[in-house]
């Protein structure tokens, strides 16, 4: 049986160029979705689910995306300030007595805290221990006063924003976003998944990725990503104990058909097949800009709305650590979502922008 397969699904009429960039470089397991004012106009897949290149990757595959849905859980705050329970420039304490830091809601989602870094040392096994991580946060010190600096919270950004859900609502975040994001819009992701034989097996694309991604020693980006520990281990990121805890900063297990449908959500105003989820209000205060200047922890100047990266061209998204991305494009009406199992770099994306960026004239 060949290592690679041959592109499965479909292009609408002049997506074509989309196609040819998905294709040039085959990652062994990935996945691509365009949707435009709604309409799925690119839907495909290549490769394999699994390191062994066993099973196929197909449209119901499921795949890790890391910071892709970071968004997701934002959009689980969002919902809550929508409804009047939750202020934006609330103080976190309001909801969350425990909570020692002087932070906003605004500043929570924003990566402006001051908390980017898990305070106490753990093992891998408290990925799944809920209430110790977020314990361990309430008591944290910032490691500089909240609104002056941002860092993404690489790690902590799920636990923060998710507890504040559950304090707020009683639920649990997962079953949250399952019950009032998932199934209003159809989408199908979700934070601690069951579905584990439908989770694709990471890999690395290159043996010394791993270090690649590791960060200088000492920097934020280093010690943002290293505590808890497995985040970039394939032991524990293959694991049940991942797929199946619930860290909404890196572990949104996720089609790239939903996260387009989540975007093309997004870009409707906050309404998806009849479904509103959100004001169009606060969606355009989603994706205003918040926060402008230099990211600690992406080490380059960043800006940031309500829990998206807004970026010089007018797009607005999140990517993920590995090479996958989800985005949309407002002047186009395109909603895009790339996932990948295999850990890697940003070429591919670049090259599916670049693209679907081209097709512009075509609006």
Not at 301 to 322: I, Y
Request: aromatic share 8%.
């Amino acid at each position: 049986m060949s290592a690679d397969r041959n592109i499965d699904g479909f292009v609408a009429p002049g997506y074509e160029p989309v196609r040819d960039a998905f294709a040039a470089e085959p990652r062994g397991g990935s996945a691509l979705a365009v949707r435009r004012h709604g309409d799925l106009v690119v839907d495909l897949r290549e490769g394999w689910a699994d390191t062994a290149r066993t099973r196929p990757w197909t449209a119901d595959t499921l795949v890790n995306v890391y910071s892709v849905g970071k968004p997701v859980i934002a959009l689980a705050v969002l919902l809550l300030i929508d409804r009047g329970l939750i202020g934006l420039d609330d103080p976190i304490a309001r909801h969350w007595p425990r909570f020692t830091t002087d932070a906003s809601v605004r500043q929570l989602l924003t990566h402006t805290a001051g908390l980017p870094f898990f305070p106490v040392p753990r093992e891998a096994s408290a990925w799944s221990d809920w209430d110790l991580l977020c314990a361990d946060l309430a008591a944290a010190h910032p490691e500089w006063p909240p609104g002056t600096v941002a860092a993404e919270h690489a790690l902590t950004y799920g636990h923060l924003l998710g507890e504040l859900v559950r304090r707020v609502d009683g639920r649990p975040p997962a079953r949250f976003v399952a019950e009032e994001i998932a199934r209003p819009w159809q989408l199908d992701f979700g934070f601690g998944t069951t579905e584990t034989d439908r989770c694709a097996e990471l890999e690395f694309d290159q043996p010394d990725r791993q270090d690649l991604l590791a960060g200088e020693p000492g920097s934020v980006r280093a010690r943002a990503i290293a505590n808890p520990p497995g985040s970039r281990d394939l032991a524990v990121l293959n694991s049940d104990l991942w797929r199946r805890s619930v860290i909404p900063a890196v572990n949104l297990h996720a089609t790239a058909g939903s996260l387009a449908r989540f975007y093309a959500g997004l870009l409707a105003g906050g309404v998806l097949d009849g479904q509103r989820l959100l004001s169009a209000a606060l969606v355009t205060d989603l994706v205003s800009a918040h926060f402008t200047g230099p990211d600690l922890f992406i080490e380059q100047s960043t800006t940031w709305g309500l829990g998206v990266q807004l970026e010089p061209d007018g797009t607005w998204g999140m990517g993920g650590l590995g090479g996958n991305a989800a985005w949309a494009d407002p002047a186009a009406g395109h909603a895009i979502a790339y996932v990948t199992r295999r850990i890697g770099d940003f070429d591919r994306v670049g090259a599916v922008d670049t693209a679907i960026s081209s097709l512009r004239l075509l609006t």
